[in-house]
C-alpha cells in the first residue's frame, strides 16, 4: 500500500490507496485550525459553575471548554490541554488535563503510574503477560501507559521503544510549557498525519508527498523505528500524484450521495444535521432471476460497502440504514454480525433493527465529516466552500500543466467569487508558472475552464 500526501491552502489531506488505487483510509488536516489530539499551553477564561465546566484560552478564535473532571487539582494559572474533542458549529472544542500521546502500540498517559490493556485483547493469559511487560516498563516513571488492540502478541523491546520515544516527547513538552507564555500550540500541527502514517506502518510500501515539513517530521520517525526504507520516502513537489493514483476522482466519488454496488445496486447516503440515513436501492440484476436471492446478495454486500463507506466519510452520530425487504431473521442476524465485525474498531455500536425495520447505529465523534471539510458554507446559499474550490481548482490545473500551458481562464458562478482567496491563487501562479484568470457567469454550473493559452 501507499500513502499519498498533498499540501493545500487551508487543508492537508493524507491517503492510504492499495494496489488498485482504491482508498482505503483518508484524513483531512485543516490549517489553524484546534484539532483532536492538539496539545496547547491553556489558561483559565472563566468558570462556569452552572455547567461544571471552564471556558479556556487556547489561542483560537473559540475557547475551549473543560469539564470539571477533566481538570487537574493544580494552582497553576498555566498548564497543558489536550483536545479531546474538535469543535462543531459555533462550540470550541473540548479539553482535558489529562494527556495521551499514542505510539504504535501503546499510548502514554500522564495518569500517574495507571495499567490499562484494551478491552479487545481478551485472552487472559496474554493481558497477564502484557500486565507485566507493562509493570516493568513504567517502573519508576511517573508515567502510565494503554496498551492498544495492536499491542497483542508483542515484545517487551517493541513496547520499551515505543515507551522511550513517546516519554522523550512528552519531556520535551513539560519543558517547553514551562519556556513559553499562553495561549500557545505546543504539540503537533501535523500529529494528525504523523499518527496516520504510524498507525499504518506495517502495511506501507511508500510514502509520496509535497510538504517538506513533514517529509522531516517522517524521516525523523523513520531513523526511531527503521520501518520503511527511507529511499520509498519521496517528496515530490511537481509530480501530479493525485491524477495519477485517481486520488482526485476517488475524493469526488466519496463526496456524491450515492454508492455504486456494480450492477447489483447502490446506496444512497444523505448527511442530515441530525442524522445520517443511508438508503439501499436495487440495480438492474433484479430482473429476473430468484428475486429473494438477488435481494439477499444486494443486502449483503451493501452492509460490507456500508462498513467502509462510514469510515472514509467518517459519519458520526446517529445512522439510520435501511435495508430492502428484510424479514428474515438469519438474514437479519448476518447483517448484524457484518456491521458489528466490521465498526468494533471504529467507536461505533451496531444496535441492530429497530421497529421501523431500520437497522440503527451510533458512531461517536471526533472530528468533521469529510463532507464538512468541502460542502458546508451557508452564506448565500452555497453547498460548497474555498476549500473544494481550491481542490478543484488544483486538480484542472495539474491535468493541464504537463501540456506547457502558460494561462488558464475560469467560468465562475458569481455567488462563488467571495470563495477566491487571491494570496492562495498567486501561490499557485508561482508554484506552477501559469497565469490563472477568473470570468463571471451567472449561467455556468460552479467551475468550468474557458480557454486555455
Not at 484539532?35 to 468558570?47: D, M, N, P, Q, S
Not at 448527511?271 to 429476473?288: H, P, R, S, V, W
Amino acid at each position: 500500500m501507499k500513502i499519498l500526501i498533498k499540501n493545500f491552502w487551508n487543508f492537508k489531506i493524507a491517503v492510504l490507496i492499495d494496489e488498485d488505487n482504491n482508498i482505503e483510509d483518508i484524513i483531512i488536516d485543516e490549517i489553524d485550525k484546534p484539532k483532536a489530539k492538539e496539545i496547547y499551553l491553556a489558561k483559565i477564561k472563566r468558570k462556569l459553575e452552572s455547567m461544571q465546566c471552564y471556558f479556556i484560552d487556547i489561542g483560537h478564535e473559540k475557547n475551549a471548554f473543560m469539564k470539571f473532571k477533566d481538570k487537574e487539582d493544580d494552582k497553576n494559572n498555566e498548564f497543558l490541554v489536550q483536545i479531546l474533542k474538535e469543535g462543531k458549529n459555533n462550540k470550541g472544542p473540548r479539553v482535558t488535563q489529562r494527556l495521551s500521546l499514542s505510539g504504535r502500540f501503546i499510548v502514554l498517559l500522564t495518569d500517574s503510574n495507571s495499567i490499562k490493556i484494551s478491552n479487545k485483547i481478551q485472552d487472559e493469559e496474554e493481558r497477564k503477560r502484557l500486565r507485566k511487560i507493562a509493570t516493568q516498563i513504567i517502573k519508576d516513571n511517573e508515567y502510565g501507559i494503554l496498551i492498544r488492540t495492536n499491542g497483542e502478541k508483542r515484545s517487551k523491546e517493541e513496547f520499551q521503544k515505543d515507551f522511550n520515544y513517546l516519554k522523550s516527547i512528552m519531556n520535551d513538552l513539560i519543558k517547553k510549557s514551562k519556556n513559553n507564555i499562553a495561549p500557545k500550540l505546543l504539540f503537533n500541527k501535523n500529529e494528525k498525519i504523523i499518527s496516520f502514517i504510524k498507525d499504518n506502518k506495517a502495511n506501507i510500501k511508500e510514502i509520496i508527498l509535497d510538504d517538506e515539513e513533514i517529509y522531516d517530521e517522517i524521516m525523523e520517525l523513520n531513523k526511531f523505528y527503521k520501518d520503511i526504507d527511507a529511499k520509498a520516502i519521496r517528496l515530490e513537489e511537481k509530480e501530479n500524484y493525485f491524477e495519477n493514483y485517481d486520488v482526485y476522482k476517488n475524493i469526488n466519488k466519496l463526496l456524491s450521495n450515492e454508492v455504486s454496488l456494480n450492477d447489483e445496486g447502490s446506496l444512497v447516503i444523505d448527511e442530515l444535521e441530525a442524522l445520517n440515513i443511508i438508503d439501499i436501492n436495487t440495480g438492474k440484476k433484479t430482473q429476473g432471476g430468484n428475486l429473494k436471492k438477488i435481494v439477499h446478495d444486494i443486502n449483503i454486500m451493501a452492509a460490507k460497502e456500508i462498513v467502509k463507506q462510514i469510515k472514509l466519510r467518517n459519519l458520526s452520530g446517529i445512522i439510520l440504514i435501511d435495508f430492502i425487504d428484510t424479514k428474515d431473521k438469519n438474514e437479519k442476524k448476518q447483517i448484524k454480525d457484518i456491521l458489528q465485525e466490521g465498526l468494533k474498531n471504529q467507536n461505533a455500536n451496531a444496535y441492530g433493527f429497530t421497529k421501523l425495520n431500520l437497522f440503527e447505529i451510533s458512531r461517536q465523534r471526533e472530528k468533521k465529516s469529510l463532507k464538512e471539510y468541502f460542502t458546508q458554507n451557508k452564506k448565500e446559499n452555497i453547498n460548497i466552500n474555498g476549500n473544494y474550490l481550491e481542490f478543484r481548482i488544483k486538480r484542472e490545473i495539474e491535468l493541464i500543466k504537463k501540456n506547457n500551458i502558460s494561462e488558464i481562464i475560469f467560468y465562475l458562478e458569481d455567488r462563488l467569487m467571495p470563495l477566491i482567496n487571491d494570496i492562495m491563487i498567486k501561490e499557485l501562479e508561482f508554484k506552477y508558472n501559469i497565469k490563472i484568470k477568473f470570468e463571471h457567469d451567472k449561467d455556468k454550473n460552479l467551475l468550468e475552464i474557458k480557454k486555455l493559452k
